[in-house]
C-alpha cells in the first residue's frame, strides 16, 4: 500500500517501533483517561503444586493502550497473548507488576462494568437461547429492564441471528457462536472491547464481517484490544500491534511504520498503456533504480472471493470461470471474459 | 420411641449464638493462617501479609456491595440449568414410580403400617431430594469452570459473592418448589393407603354376626383366647388393607341415678333388677395404634352396626414428661434405677408386685409433673395417659393374661409440713407391654384430703386439675404393679400425659421442614465445596459430611472429653494410647508405662480426641434436622426444635458462603 510520508530509516529512532521498550515511565498516579490499559512490567510465572516453576508465560511486559484505537496482539502459540488478555481480565493474577485497566486494576470487578469480551471459543451456556443469553448477561448490568430487552433485540439484529434467536446454542454452528459470543461482549455498549482470536474458526465471509464489525466499533469511540495468530486479520484492522515470542515483547508500534520497507518506492496507476512501460523503466533507471518491476499489482485472495460471492448472490447460476493456467501474470480476469 | 425433651429457643439461642461465633472467628483464623502460608510460600512472606490484608480488606465491601439483582440474575441461571439439565424431572420420575407401585410391597399384615408408609415416604424423599441437591450442586461451578463458561461470568462485574450465593439460591428455589410437591403427593398418599374401613364378618351387619363369650373364664367360645373384661358378644371384621379387628359387645353397668349414657354405639339399654342401667356397647378392639368409631343405628337384634373409617393414625401426639422419676424398692428405699431385673433394658427401671410371703409392697415408680393446667389438655371429661410399659415375668404362669398395674395420683404440696395433700384411689388397668397404651384418667377421681400428719381430712371425688394439681401445678403420678412376683418395667420417656395432640398436617410440614433444612445445607455445602473441589472430591466430600453429621452424636461420644479436657473412657485412654497397648500387649487396667513417651501420649491423645470433637461441631447435625421419627411414631415436633433446626440451617448456610466466596474469591479461574 502506497503511502505519501517518508518511511523512518532504520537507523533513525523511531518513539514507537524498532526497539523493545525498556521500562514505561513511571506511571501518572492521576489517571489519564487518554490511557486505557497500562501494563507495567507484568510477569505471570506458572507453577506446579510444589511451587516449582513450571513456564514463565510473561516476562515482564511494559505496554500502553490508547483510546480509540485498535491494539494487535500477535504472537505464536504460547507466546502469552492469551495469558496477558487474561490478566488484564482478572482471570488471573500476576506473578510480578501490575496492570491498570480503565483506570482500575485488573482484579477489580468494578472495571468490568465498562468492557465486554470475546473469548477464544464464546464459552456460553448451551442450554441458553440466543435471547435468554444476551438477557442474562444483560441483567449482571445495571440496565433497566425496558432499556435491556430493547438492546437484546438490536444486538441480535445487529449480528444476524434474527431467525435463530429461540434456539438452545448448542444447536448453533461456530460461525453463529462467534457471532453471539460478539453480542454478549457488547450488550453493555463497553468501552473497551477485548477479542481473544476473533476471527478464528470463520470463513472468509464472517471474517469480512467480523473485520468491519471492529471497525465500526472503533469508529464509534471504542477502544479494541484483539489477540490473533492470523497475520492477514491484523494486518487489515489493527492501528497499533504488539508481537510476543515466548513470553517477551518483541516489537511495538503502528502498523504502518512497522510495514513500511524503506528503500523502496511503490507507484501504482490506472489507464497506463503498455508502452508506457519501457519509458518508466528507464527514466527509473536514469535515476538510479534498481531492481526494477513494472507489473500489475496484485489484489488480495479474501477480495477475489468476496467479489466472486457477491457477484453469485447478484446473479445465481452458473459463472463461467475464466482460465488463467497459461497466464501468471494476468491476475483478474477481465470483465469481457467474465461477461 | 424415646421423645427428648428441648430447652426453650429463647434459651438455647444466645449460648448457641455464642458457640458459632467462636467457631466461625477460629475457622476465620485458621483460614488467615493457612491463607497466610499459602501467598507466603508463592510470593515471599513480607509480600504475604499484603496478599492476605488486601484479600480480607475486599471482602467487606464485597459483601456489602454485593447486588440482590445480579444473585436473582445467578440463581434464574441456576434454575434453568437445573431444569434443562432434567435432573429434577428424573428425581420426580423416580419419587412418581416409588409412590405408584410403593404401596404393592408394603403393609403386608403390619399392625402399624402408619410407620411404614410414613417411613416410606419420608425416606424416599429425603434421599433423593438431598441427592438431587448434591448433583446438582457438585456439578455445577466445576462444570462452569471446566467448560470455562464462567469466564463470561466473572469478566461482568460479578462479585464472587453474588456467583455464590446465585447458585444457592437458585437450587434453593428449585429444590424446595421440588419438596413442596413430593410433600403434598407424599401426604395424598399415606392418607389415601391408610384410609379405610371394615364391615362386619358374617351374613349380616347386625348382632347376629357376633357369638357369645364364655363370661366365667373370659375366653372366646370360638379361639379360646381372652377377651376383654365385661365382654358379652365377640366378632369380627373383615379383612381390608391386610388387617381385621375384634369387635366385642361389652356390658357397661351404670347406676341408676348416673345422667344417660349417650352414644353412637349402644346396641341395648337394659334396666336391671338391681336398678342400675347397663348399656351393651359395641367396641372396635385397636390393631397397631388405630380402631374405628362403631355407629349403630337401631336398637336391639336388628340394630345396624357399622363401623367408620381409621381413627388413630393420623396423630401428633404432645408428650407432656415428667420432670423426675424416682423408683422405690419394696422396702420403700428411694433409687434412680429400681430393682435389678437382669439385662431387660437399659433405660427402664423395675418395680415388684411383692411375693406370696409379702404381698404389701412399697415397690413404685413416681413421676413428678410441672405446670398441669387444663388448657394443655383435650377438652374431654378425662386425661389421657400414654403408657410404654415393659414386663418381666418371673413366673410364667397364664400367659395370655396380662400383669396388672396400678396408677395412683397425689399433689405436690410447696409446703408439706402446713398443706393438707390429696390422694386418688388407685386404678388398676391390664399392662399391654408390646404397645403404648392410653389410659383415659377421669377429671373427677375418688380419693382422700390428708392432713401433713397423715390423718384423714376427707374423703370424696376430687378434680384433678382444681384439687389435685390446683394452685401450684404439680402432679404425682405413682405406679405399682398389682401382681405378685410380676415385675413392670417403666422408664422417664415411657409415661407422659397426653396434651392436645396438634394438627397432623402442621406436624407432616414440620418433618418436610427438617427435610428442607438438610437440603439447604447440602446446597450450600455442594457450592462452597465446589469452588475449590472437582465434582467427584466434592461428592465425597458432601457425603462424608453427611455421614460425619448423621453420626454425629455417636462420634462425640467416642471423642467425649470432660470440661477439665481428660478423656471421660479413662480405660485404656485414647487412639493413640490403645494402639500403643494392643502393640506393647499392656491391658486396660493398668497405667501405661512408656516411661516419658506417657505425657506425650495423653497429650496427643487429647488433641485428636479435640480435634474429631471439633470435626463434629463443623459437620452438620443432620440428625438433628431429621424429624422423620416423630412423624413416624405419632408424635408432634416440639416448635422450639423446629427454630433450633431452622437456626441451624442459617448459621451453616453463612459459614458456607463466607468459605465458598474466600475460595472463589482468590482462585485463578483461567489457571
Known amino acids: 500500500m502506497a503511502t505519501d510520508t517518508p518511511a523512518p530509516s532504520p537507523s533513525s529512532p523511531s518513539s514507537e517501533s524498532t526497539q523493545p521498550s525498556g521500562r514505561l515511565e513511571q506511571s501518572n498516579p492521576d ?64 506473578t510480578g507488576g501490575r496492570a491498570v485497566v480503565l483506570g482500575k486494576n485488573a482484579t477489580d470487578v468494578a472495571k468490568n462494568e465498562r468492557i465486554g469480551y470475546l473469548p477464544e471459543e464464546s464459552y456460553l451456556y448451551k442450554f441458553l437461547n440466543a435471547e435468554e443469553t444476551l438477557d442474562f448477561y444483560g441483567r449482571l448490568f445495571d440496565i433497566p429492564a425496558k432499556i435491556r430487552k430493547e438492546r437484546v433485540q438490536e444486538l441480535i439484529q445487529l449480528v444476524g441471528l434474527e431467525k435463530a434467536k429461540r434456539r438452545q446454542l448448542r444447536e448453533y454452528s461456530k460461525g453463529m457462536t462467534r457471532r453471539i459470543g460478539l453480542a454478549q461482549a457488547l450488550i453493555n455498549d463497553p468501552e473497551l472491547i477485548l477479542l481473544d482470536e476473533p476471527t478464528s474458526g470463520l470463513d472468509p465471509l464472517g471474517t469480512r464481517d467480523m473485520k468491519d464489525m471492529i471497525l ?111 497466464d501468471a501474470d494476468s491476475g483478474t480476469p477481465t470483465s469481457e471474459e467474465s461477461n | 420411641m424415646y421423645v427428648e425433651s428441648f430447652p426453650q429457643f429463647s434459651e438455647w439461642f444466645l449460648p448457641g449464638l455464642m458457640l458459632f461465633l467462636a467457631v466461625l472467628l477460629s475457622g476465620a483464623a485458621l483460614g488467615l493462617f493457612f491463607g497466610y502460608l499459602v501467598a507466603a510460600f508463592r510470593h515471599g512472606p513480607f509480600e504475604a501479609f499484603y496478599v492476605v490484608a488486601q484479600v480480607a480488606a475486599e471482602a467487606v465491601p464485597d459483601f456489602l456491595k454485593t447486588s440482590p439483582r445480579r444473585v436473582v440474575a445467578m440463581a434464574r441461571l441456576a434454575i434453568k440449568e437445573a431444569m434443562r439439565r432434567r435432573v429434577v424431572l428424573v428425581t420426580f420420575a423416580i419419587f412418581a414410580l416409588m409412590v405408584l407401585f410403593g404401596s404393592w410391597f408394603m403393609g403386608g399384615g403390619s399392625d402399624k403400617p402408619e410407620q411404614i408408609y410414613v417411613n416410606f415416604v419420608l425416606w424416599g424423599t429425603q434421599m433423593l431430594v438431598l441427592l438431587m441437591g448434591l448433583l446438582l450442586s457438585a456439578f455445577s ?167 367408620g373409617n381409621s381413627v388413630g393414625y393420623f396423630r401428633a401426639r404432645v408428650p407432656i414428661y415428667s420432670s423426675e422419676l424416682t423408683f422405690y424398692n419394696r422396702e420403700g428405699v428411694a433409687s434412680n434405677k429400681g430393682t435389678n431385673v437382669g439385662k431387660e433394658s437399659k433405660r427402664r427401671g423395675y418395680i415388684d408386685g411383692g411375693s406370696a410371703n409379702n404381698r404389701s409392697t412399697l415397690s413404685r415408680a413416681t413421676f413428678r409433673f410441672k405446670d398441669v393446667r387444663e388448657s394443655r389438655f383435650p377438652d374431654l371429661d378425662f386425661v389421657p395417659i400414654d403408657l410404654t410399659l415393659g414386663v418381666y415375668r418371673s413366673y410364667k404362669g397364664d400367659i395370655e393374661k396380662r400383669v396388672i398395674a396400678g396408677l395412683q395420683f397425689e399433689s405436690i404440696p410447696d409446703k408439706p409440713d402446713v398443706e393438707n395433700k390429696f390422694i386418688s384411689e388407685i386404678i388398676e388397668f391390664e399392662t399391654n407391654e408390646f404397645a403404648v397404651q392410653t389410659l383415659p384418667v377421669p377429671k373427677k377421681i375418688v380419693g382422700r384430703i390428708v392432713a401433713p400428719d397423715g390423718s384423714l381430712v376427707e374423703e370424696g371425688a376430687y378434680d384433678l386439675f382444681d384439687d389435685f394439681a390446683g394452685g401450684n401445678g404439680k ?197
Not at chain 1, 242 to 255: H, T
Not at chain 2, 201 to 215: N, R, Y
Not at chain 2, 258 to 281: F, M, N, V
Not at chain 2, 487 to 496: E, F, K, L, N, P
Open chain 1, 31 to 94: 489517571y489519564d483517561p487518554n490511557i486505557v490499559i497500562e501494563a507495567q512490567n507484568l510477569t505471570k510465572v506458572y507453577r506446579d503444586f510444589w511451587g516449582r516453576q513450571k513456564v514463565r508465560a510473561l516476562n515482564a511486559l511494559d505496554l500502553e493502550v490508547r483510546k480509540g484505537e485498535i491494539f494487535g496482539l500477535l504472537g505464536p502459540n504460547g507466546s502469552g497473548k492469551s495469558t496477558t488478555i487474561k490478566l488484564l481480565l482478572g482471570l488471573l493474577f500476576p
Open chain 1, 216 to 326: 465500526k466499533l472503533r469508529d464509534q469511540g471504542k477502544t479494541i484490544v484483539m489477540c490473533s495468530h492470523l497475520l492477514a486479520d491484523v494486518e487489515d484492522v489493527c492501528d497499533r500491534i504488539a508481537i510476543l515470542f515466548q513470553g517477551d515483547l518483541k516489537e511495538m508500534g503502528r502498523v504502518d511504520s512497522l510495514l513500511k520497507v524503506s528503500g523502496e518506492t511503490q507507484i501504482t496507476a490506472e489507464n497506463l498503456p503498455d508502452s508506457a512501460h519501457e519509458e518508466i523503466r528507464q527514466v527509473i533507471a536514469k535515476h538510479g533504480g534498481q531492481n526494477i518491476v513494472v507489473d500489475n499489482p496484485r489484489t488480495t485472495l479474501e477480495d477475489l472471493f468476496l467479489n466472486i460471492v457477491r457477484e453469485s448472490e447478484e446473479r445465481p447460476g452458473m459463472r463461467p470461470v475464466t482460465s488463467t493456467d497459461g
Open chain 2, 141 to 307: 461451578l466445576p462444570d462452569d469452570i471446566k467448560n470455562k463458561t464462567i469466564y463470561t461470568v466473572v469478566t461482568k462485574p460479578v462479585r464472587s459473592t453474588e456467583i455464590v450465593l446465585g447458585r444457592m439460591l437458585g437450587f434453593a428455589t428449585v429444590g424446595t418448589l421440588l419438596l413442596i410437591l413430593m410433600g403434598l403427593i407424599s401426604y395424598f398418599f399415606v392418607w389415601r393407603s391408610l384410609d379405610h374401613s371394615h364391615e362386619l364378618l358374617g351374613d349380616s351387619q347386625t348382632i347376629a354376626a357376633f357369638t357369645a363369650v364364655d363370661t366365667e373364664t373370659q375366653r372366646s367360645t370360638v379361639t379360646g383366647k381372652r377377651v376383654s373384661q365385661n365382654a358379652l358378644y365377640e366378632g369380627a371384621t373383615t379383612v381390608d388393607n391386610d388387617h381385621s379387628h375384634r369387635l366385642e359387645i361389652i356390658s357397661d353397668v351404670r347406676e341408676a341415678d348416673s345422667p344417660a349414657l349417650e352414644s353412637d354405639d349402644i346396641i341395648r339399654t337394659i334396666k336391671r333388677e338391681d336398678g342400675k342401667i347397663e348399656y351393651q356397647r359395641v367396641m372396635c378392639l385397636p390393631v397397631g395404634n388405630h380402631t374405628h368409631a362403631v355407629t349403630v343405628t337401631g336398637q336391639g337384634d336388628d340394630a345396624q352396626i357399622t363401623l
Open chain 2, 475 to 671: 402432679l404425682m403420678v405413682i405406679l405399682s404393679c398389682r401382681d405378685i412376683n410380676q415385675y413392670i418395667g417403666v422408664g422417664r420417656s415411657d409415661a407422659y400425659l397426653r396434651g392436645n395432640d396438634q394438627a397432623y398436617w402442621w406436624n407432616f410440614l414440620k418433618g418436610y421442614i427438617g427435610i428442607w433444612c438438610q437440603l439447604m445445607i447440602m446446597i450450600a455445602l455442594g457450592v462452597a465445596l465446589s469452588t475449590f473441589l472437582g465434582s467427584p472430591l466434592v461428592m465425597l466430600s458432601a457425603v462424608a459430611v453427611m455421614f460425619v453429621g448423621f453420626n454425629s452424636r455417636f462420634i462425640r461420644k467416642l471423642a467425649g472429653v470432660d470440661d477439665q479436657g481428660n478423656l471421660i473412657n479413662e480405660q485404656g485412654g485414647g487412639p493413640l494410647e490403645s494402639f500403643v497397648r494392643v502393640v506393647t500387649q499392656q491391658n486396660t487396667m493398668v497405667e501405661l508405662d512408656t516411661g516419658f513417651f506417657d505425657t506425650i501420649i495423653e497429650k496427643l491423645d487429647y488433641l485428636l480426641v479435640s480435634m474429631l470433637q471439633m470435626l463434629t461441631y463443623l459437620a452438620p447435625n443432620f440428625g438433628q434436622l431429621n424429624f422423620s421419627n416423630y412423624l413416624v411414631h405419632g408424635y408432634a415436633v416440639d416448635n422450639n426444635q423446629l427454630l433450633m433446626a431452622i437456626a441451624i440451617t442459617i448459621a451453616f448456610i453463612f459459614g458456607l458462603t463466607l468459605l465458598g466466596y474466600f475460595c472463589l474469591k482468590t482462585r485463578e479461574i483461567a489457571k
